[in-house]
């Protein structure tokens, strides 16, 4: 990363600090963001699509895919796991191959040794987590993080340009989030979603909820956790979100399902 470099917007005010990030593919900055709602302060790594300051571009706004722990995304040295996304690669190739079209892709730290936390919107037992901060999330990215955006980005409003997803605890806090704000997000990421976490209380949330974003993209591995009886107990949790997703009418276009053969919670 390079030094700290402050960029004026239209008119007076000037624009937050941001870190260029030298390591990664396309240009992602970095912004120190705190958080009322939370009461501490993480990254924002925000990931510009190709042409975005083009001059052509100027007027062009762009739609927003919002990922959970952010620190995990683009390098894989700032990875709580050692292993990154590589949500850069991938959103530039993508994007140039028209695949998808032109987005920001906004990586959401985690709070660190607050993750569980703020992840878990339940109390739970196993593990004994009492004292949560998950329902304060969806506050948090509609009331802090998106306004943050529309103010420095040229984003595009709207379910239908806006994205949200995460992987386990980060997929259960995105789910959360859409099932608790019906019509705020229109596309939903969930990458092995821990949905055993409080006992399972989000799938039996989950019966209730009228409205699901437009589209769902919900996968988990065979192997998960390592041990025969939990990595079935892992899949039939998620074969039963499905099920609830396709009664509220999602269809094979709206929701799709994979249980990936193997594959660990990695």
């Not at 730290?109 to 569980?116: F, M, Q, S, Y």
């Not at 019509?183 to 799938?203: T, V």
């Not at 919900?218 to 009886?229: F, Y």
Request: net charge positive; proline share 6%; aromatic share 8%.
């Amino acid at each position: 990363m390079d030094e700290i470099q402050r960029t004026k917007k239209k008119g007076s005010q000037p624009a937050p600090s941001v870190i260029h990030a030298d390591a990664a593919t396309g240009d992602l900055r970095l912004h120190q963001f705190q958080s009322r709602i939370f009461r501490n302060t993480r990254f924002l790594r925000v990931w510009l699509p190709p042409g975005y300051d083009d001059p052509a571009n100027e007027g062009t706004h762009y739609p927003v895919l919002y990922l959970n722990d952010g620190q995990n995304l683009f390098e894989a040295a700032l990875s709580f796991t050692g292993v990154e996304w590589q949500v850069d690669e991938t959103g530039d190739r993508l994007i140039r191959e028209g695949t998808v079209p032109p987005m920001l892709i906004v990586g959401l730290d985690n709070g660190g040794k607050e993750r569980i936390r703020e992840y878990m919107p339940h109390r739970s037992l196993h593990p004994v987590i009492l004292r949560v901060h998950g329902t304060r999330f969806p506050s948090f990215l509609f009331k802090e993080v998106m306004p943050f955006m529309a103010q420095n980005y040229r984003v595009a409003t709207g379910p239908e340009n806006t994205g949200l997803g995460g992987s386990s605890l980060g997929a259960l806090i995105s789910l959360y989030t859409a099932a608790v704000r019906p019509g705020m997000i229109g596309r939903l990421l969930l990458e092995s979603p821990s949905l055993w976490a409080s006992n399972r209380q989000i799938i039996r949330q989950s019966r209730g909820v009228k409205r699901w974003p437009e589209r769902i993209f919900l996968a988990t591995g065979t192997h998960e956790v390592g041990r025969k009886d939990r990595d079935q107990s892992v899949v039939d949790d998620v074969r039963e979100l499905a099920g609830i997703l396709r009664r509220a009418g999602l269809d094979e276009k709206r929701l799709r399902i994979v249980i990936d053969e193997g594959a660990t919670h990695h």
